[in-house]
């Protein structure tokens, strides 16, 4: 059974850092891309990065670029996302799910979902 568990998520000042973790299990590494999306209320989700598993290749929004940084861990059981300096505008519900289309950039291709874990940017 493939479960991905969000987790790292709190209140935090605007310029502030988190790092997130999506533990992933049931499934082979090689054969998947982890992708972490958020979800602002009353905004449609976005994607914000994702990663191959089997070699690292990874990918960041434009809105997030310089700022997240994703990685994986050498068991490829935990997938990462560093967010630095922090802006009210990171507000959301973030999720992180899985796709055995490695370059899918589209939420419609990931079969699964872990629960969001909430970033809360104050000002």
């Known amino acids: 059974e493939v479960q991905l568990q969000a987790s790292g998520g709190g209140l935090v000042q605007a310029g502030g850092s988190l790092r997130l973790s999506c533990a992933a299990s049931g499934f082979s590494v090689d054969d998947y891309a982890i992708a972490w999306f958020r979800q602002a209320p009353g905004k449609e989700r976005e994607g914000v990065s994702r990663i191959n598993l089997k070699d690292g290749n990874s990918h960041y929004a434009v809105s997030v670029k310089g700022r997240f940084t994703i990685s994986l861990d050498d068991a490829k059981t935990t997938v990462y996302l560093q967010i630095n300096r922090l802006e009210p505008e990171d507000t959301a519900l973030y999720y992180c799910?899985?796709?055995?289309?490695?370059?899918?950039?589209?939420?419609?291709?990931?079969?699964?979902w872990g629960r969001g874990t909430q970033v809360t940017v104050s000002s």
């Open positions: 799910a899985a796709s055995p289309i490695l370059a899918a950039r589209s939420s419609n291709f990931y079969d699964y």
